[in-house]
Each structure stands twice: as structure tokens, then as C-alpha cells.
């Protein structure tokens, strides 16, 4: 299932304008909170504030971030589990959102039913990324350290059972490498842990890592998806740098509660879609290395359906990960 990855020419309709609900004024007609289960820094907190604050501008209300932290977004998602379908609370999450309902098994929600798709945001393609005390200057370097010693590097997630985690979980199983977990609250944490030396790999976008770079406390080894960024051709993709066959990209995207009325979800979604068509908007993106995506909610809840089922074989050829 791909994605409309230029939002140029996006046709809006004229529900953008006023969506009329029960009789009352037109959406919205107070502030929207918008719930993001990452701290911030990271690439769902970055991408989520750029997007809403031109939406705060276009639409003449706010949009009000709020970031709930913890157990892996586990804690902002178990808060947006609860809120109620009317609008005034949209979630930014990752595909962070599928492995957790896919790695735990005790949530007392199930993402499938309660977690409304309106569009994604941006492509998060992850970047392995070594701390420069770290000697190895490639995928292949950083794999044979690896191999040589077992447990004795370690890798940051945002948290046990995140799209980090199963990144490098899965980067483990292929390589035939043991690197030990340090699970951090959020991205954003993960990276500093990753600067400061806590931990000596982590996986995360252009954007977490770009303060670091300029810092030069972050060494970029190759991208985790398919093909080359075209920001960045010089970095490989891990699959051809060492690890072949390795795939694991991603997106973010926005959320709504189930039962959320049609004429909400359409209103935001055009608003989305005219946030991203914006010329300062894209500029941005464009400097954090984000690549702007854009779909119908009926195509988001495909591609949903389609990373549950990946994720699922995923986790059954990985085990239980919780030491990984």
C-alpha cells in the first residue's frame, strides 16, 4: 500500500471551511488538545508541532500539545483510550502504535478498535546511528564489533516494545548480534542517552539526531528502509551496508477515537492537508530530513492493517524481547 508522499495539488473540499455538528457552530469551536505519547525532540513531537501549529493559524483556534510520556507511549495511549470521539483531542502517533499492541499483551485497550487512522504526517525513515567513541564507521564495522562482543554494546530505545526497540531487535536477529537494550522514556531521551553516551546505537530519524550532528556527538552509519534517502545519498541502506534483506520504516501519523464523526475527521484531515501543502511547512520538513505523506483515512487503515500483520510475524520470529 503506498502512500501519496507530495501532497501538491491536494483538491479541499469546502468541509475545511465550516463542518456544522448537531446544529451548533462550525469545528472547532475551542481548543483541540493533541495528544503525543513521546517526549519531545523526537521525530512524532517535531513533526506533530509543525503540522498543528499552521493548523492553530489556518483555522483560527489552537491546537494544544500535550506530551504524555512512558512506557513506550504506552501512557499516552492508555490516556487517549479514554477520551471522548468529539474532536477536541487527535493523537501524533508512530508505528510505535502497532508494536505495542502487537508486543503487549496486557493492554487494557485494543489499538485495532479504539484508534481511528485520519492520515499520516510524514515518513519516519530511522537512521542506525553510532556515539562517535563507538570504532566503528560503517553498518559492517559496527556488526563485526558487535559479534565480538557479546552484551558489551548497547543499544537505546524509546522504550520496551517500540518501533526503536523492534528496530534494533530486529537488526539482532539478522545480523547474528547480541547488543543489550537500554530502554528509555521516549525518543527524544533516547537520543540524548545515545549523545551522552549511555548507550552506543540507536535508531531514530534525521530530525532527533540533527542537534547531535551538529555537536558531532553522532556518528550516521545507514538508513533502515529500502532505498536511499535522496536528502542524503551518501548514507546506505543497512541492507546494503551489511545487513541484507533488513527493512524497517516507518511513518507518523495522526489519530482520532472510534466513533469520532465523519464530518470532524474529514474537516481535520483537510486542514492536515492544507497544513502540509504549505509552503513554510514543507520547508521544514524538508530541513529535518521528513518527507511529507498524505492519504485517505480508508488508505491509512490499510497500510494499518498491513503493518499489524508484518509486525506480528515479526514478533513471532523474534520471541519475547524484552532482554533483546
Known sequence: ???????????LSAVLLSVPVAGAQPYPVKPVRVVIPHGPGGTNDIAG?????????????????????????????THFA??????????????????????????????RKVFLGVTPLAAQIGIVGVHPSLPARSVKELVG????????????????????????????????????????KGG?????GLA??????????????????????????????TERLKSLPELPTVSEAGVPGYDFSSW???????????????????????????????????????????STPEQFAKRLQAD???YEKISKLLGPIGAN
Open 82 to 111: 479514554t477520551v471522548p470521539p468529539d474532536g477536541y483531542a487527535v493523537m501524533v502517533h508512530s508505528t510505535t502504535l502497532v508494536s505495542n499492541a502487537v508486543m503487549s499483551r496486557n493492554l487494557p485497550y485494543d489499538s
Open 308 to 310: 499489524y500483520a508484518k
Open 252 to 294: 507518523v501519523g495522526v489519530f482520532v477515537p472510534a466513533g469520532t464523526p465523519r464530518p470532524i475527521i474529514d474537516t481535520l484531515h483537510a486542514a492536515i492537508g492544507k497544513a502540509l501543502e504549505s509552503p513554510d511547512v514543507q520547508k521544514r520538513f524538508e530541513s529535518l530530513v521528513l518527507e511529507p505523506l498524505y
Open 188 to 192: 527524544g531521551a533516547a537520543a540524548i
Open 145 to 184: 564489533l558487535a559479534r565480538a562482543r557479546p552484551g558489551a554494546v548497547a543499544y537505546a530505545s524509546a522504550g520496551n516494545g517500540s518501533y526503536t526497540h523492534m528496530a534494533m531487535a530486529y537488526f539482532n536477529s539478522l545480523a547474528g548480534t547480541q547488543m543489550l537494550h537500554v530502554p528509555f
Open 196 to 225: 551522552s553516551g549511555e548507550a552506543q546505537v540507536y535508531v531514530a530519524s534525521y530530525a532527533t539526531y540533527r542537534p547531535f550532528i551538529d555537536r558531532k556527538q553522532v556518528r550516521l552509519l545507514g538508513v533502515v528502509s
Open 49 to 77: 508541532r509543525i503540522v498543528f501549529q499552521k493548523m492553530s493559524e489556518q483555522m483560527g483556534q489552537q491546537f494544544l500539545v500535550e506530551n504524555r510520556v512512558g512506557a513506550g507511549s504506552v501512557i499516552g495511549e
Open 1 to 11: 500500500m503506498q502512500f501519496c508522499v507530495r501532497t501538491t495539488g491536494i483538491i
